[in-house]
């Protein structure tokens, strides 16, 4: 029995297709897409215990893998101390050398200390967030896929909320947009005023492709206030909207993206939560200013490298940017509840544009493999993943009337591609031009990150 759950770990962490026993090949099944396993999971036969099992080894094995960042990060941090205490002792007589050798090895400790706490914290709990939901999806969506081929059958999708999209931007999803628009630009100015928000991207082309999109999903949406795009010049690969239709979008998604449909599926969501007002509901108690103090206050404690620091420090450094890692969830719409919500309206709205609506799930999928295990971390942050959010999602496609010719991929989107070339190193080589709340030393070697593609792989 050990041998066989140990076969079953290393499978899934190394991610080796194949079956061999059962228990293996479900281990095999967690590393397919979304999608794939919405085609497979009806046919596929495991029992309940072994679903359970597998459970039971997620659980255990996250706990091995963040236990060794934990770890890790203890080390950085004794080392770090170890380090500052040097330098305090000897900052009277040292060479002016040493000295920078001394801050060098500093900074170098802070950023694995940022790195360890990034897995541990944020990096290794998603990647098995993401395998938990495709366990449940194995588990549940057989009986479920059921249920909606019989609401199909009687006609009881009508009953659903927002059931009636054919009059997507004549019904109400959310009444006084346009109140929200002083709200959106106050919290903007706030984030310019921190220093919180990244410069924009002005590459001409990159910028009117993107700008046009939005304008499109949008003209096909419940919104009825302006969109404003602004893409962000961050690593980070992510997406958010303030409220009153203020869309930002990280140079990073762009990069990460690979079809017209899956960008659009991430607009379509972020449009969704300015339309049903999510920011402002959710902001009710709170005001701008006190979310933005909670900001100042986290930010300056992250971007310092300071002790409770979950990766900014570390994003920051390699451009990142981390907005996402401190950006109030309120102040963005995030909830479960909104989430869904907005699933659900970002699925119409990319439909309603002419777009395969999947492309929202695509993307998550592209999110859950190693590339977002730390570019993503704020990816994740402010779209967390569970089962009920991907089943939801996949509902309202198969809710939604067929069409015949549903946009995947352009020229336009690989031509946008081609131009983010040049943006994307001119960013990279810009990084020292970023603001930060401290000017780090220059000319430390680059320290080295041990590569985070066998995430917890058992050797
Ligand atoms: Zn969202």
């Known amino acids: 029995m ?4 140990s076969l079953s770990l290393a499978a899934l962490l190394t991610v080796v297709p194949g079956a061999g026993t059962t228990e293996e090949s479900l281990a ?15 046919r596929l036969q495991f029992s309940v215990t072994e679903i359970a099992a597998m459970r039971e080894t997620l659980k255990r094995s996250e706990k091995v893998c963040v236990d060794r960042y934990k770890q890790e990060g203890k080390e950085h941090d004794q080392n770090l101390n170890q380090l500052q205490g040097e330098l305090e002792r000897t900052t009277r007589t040292i060479t002016e050398v040493k000295r920078q050798d001394l801050h060098c090895k500093i900074q170098t400790a802070r950023l694995h200390l940022s790195h360890a706490r990034l897995l541990e914290k944020s990096s290794v709990p998603i990647l098995y967030q993401n395998r938990l939901a495709k366990l449940d999806l194995i588990e549940k969506w057989p009986a479920e896929k059921a249920r909606i081929d019989d609401e199909i059958r009687r006609e009881a999708q009508y009953s659903r909320p927002y059931s009636n999209v054919k009059d997507i931007g004549f019904r109400e999803v959310g009444k006084g947009q346009e109140d929200d628009i002083k709200e959106g630009q106050k919290a903007i100015d706030e984030m310019r005023k ?9 590459e001409p082309k990159v910028r009117e492709y993107v700008v046009d999109l939005a304008a499109r999903v949008a003209a096909r949406s419940d919104l009825r206030i ?12 992510n997406a958010f909207t303030l409220p009153g239709g203020y869309l930002f979008i990280d140079l990073g998604l762009l990069q990460a993206a690979d079809d017209e449909a899956q960008l659009a599926g991430v607009i379509a969501h972020e449009i969704s939560h300015a339309a049903a ?9 709170a005001t701008i200013a006190s979310i933005f103090y909670q900001a100042a206050q986290v930010a300056t404690i992250i971007f310092t490298g300071g002790s409770y620091g979950i990766g900014t420090y570390y994003a920051l450094q390699y451009g990142f940017y981390g907005l996402g890692l401190v950006l109030d969830l309120n102040l963005l719409g995030v909830s479960r509840e909104y989430e869904m919500e907005a699933d659900q ?16 799930i695509r993307f998550f999928d592209k999110m859950a493999t190693k590339e977002g295990h730390v570019r993503g971390a704020s990816w994740f942050r402010t779209h967390p993943v569970f089962y009920d959010r991907m089943m939801n999602t996949q509902r309202e496609i198969l809710f939604l009337p067929a069409k015949t010719a549903m ?3 352009t020229t336009a989107f690989q031509q946008m591609k081609k131009h983010l070339e040049p943006v994307v190193k001119k960013s990279l080589t810009d990084e020292k031009a970023k603001p930060s709340l401290l000017i780090p030393e220059s000319d430390c070697a680059k320290p080295k990150f041990p590569e985070d593609d066998n995430l917890c792989a058992i050797r």
């Open 2 to 5: 050990r041998t066989k759950v």
């Open 28 to 42: 095999a099944k967690l590393s397919k897409s979304y999608l794939e396993l919405f085609e497979e999971a009806p």
């Open 194 to 202: 921190l220093g919180m928000l990244p410069k924009e991207i002005d």
């Open 226 to 237: 302006p969109v404003k795009t602004t893409i962000l010049d961050s690593q980070e690969i």
């Open 277 to 285: 007002r999510h920011g402002h509901k959710l902001m009710r108690k």
């Open 345 to 360: 309206l970002g699925v119409q709205y990319a439909w309603n544009a002419g777009y395969d609506p999947s492309g929202f």
């Open 407 to 409: 946009i995947e991929q």
